[in-house]
């Protein structure tokens, strides 16, 4: 399991115990929160789409578009006691030891600025990955967890990349025009958590 610096520790540790949305707590390019009366509007769509605890541990969480909700992720991993193991731009090579994939689509310029990396060169990372776990028999989590102010070009080149999952969290007010429904509805189960503090009980309760 690796370690993130405690500077950027503390500050995902303040978002999620003062329960603020995402979007107050990434990269320079992220919008402001939605507010708390479009919070309950989207709670009303929550769901229980997974029936059952059908994912082991330890998985692999990783970035897909190179946000800070991988981050945020991981916090919630480790605040519900889940094994886990973190690599922000993790390759193939990183499932050996993993028995769950989990994928955080959420597009930062800023973050693949800093990563060194285009948006077509992240798609194919991922893709890689993904192959990588159908062939390993690794079962699949895609998520998206930064709500609407996650949204956009960047991000929503990824969404088709949920398809392949097999099961789907998505942070309700993030997928009010359906771009991720679309596509993994018919597929998957998938359930709406209605902001980023109600996403750890919903990744908890996945696991065996």
């Not at 009366?37 to 709670?43: L, R």
């Not at 990824?158 to 997928?175: E, K």
């Amino acid at each position: 399991m690796k370690k993130t610096n405690m500077r950027i520790g503390s500050l995902v540790a303040a978002c999620l115990f003062a329960g603020v949305a995402l979007g107050g707590c990434g990269s320079s390019d992220t919008k402001q929160a939605a507010p708390a009366k479009q919070e309950q509007q989207a709670s009303a769509v929550a769901a229980s789409g997974l029936k059952t605890a059908e994912f082991e541990q330890p998985m692999l969480i990783t970035s897909i578009g190179q946000s800070a909700d991988a981050q945020m992720v991981k916090a919630l991993a480790e605040r519900s006691a889940l094994k886990y193991m973190y690599e922000v731009a993790a390759k193939p090579d990183a499932l050996d030891n993993a028995k769950t994939l989990v994928l955080v689509i959420g597009g930062s310029s800023k973050g693949m600025g800093a990563a060194g990396v285009n948006s077509a060169q992240e798609e194919e990372r991922a893709k890689a990955l993904i192959a990588k776990a159908k062939e390993k028999n690794i079962k699949i989590i895609a998520m998206h967890v930064g709500g609407a102010s996650r949204r956009g070009d960047l991000t929503d080149r990824f969404i088709p990349l949920m398809a392949d999952a097999n099961y789907t969290i998505l942070v309700a007010d993030g997928d009010k025009d359906k771009a991720f429904t679309n596509i993994v509805a018919s597929k998957m189960p998938v359930d709406y958590p209605a902001n980023i503090g109600d996403v750890g009980k919903y990744l908890k309760a996945a696991f065996k």
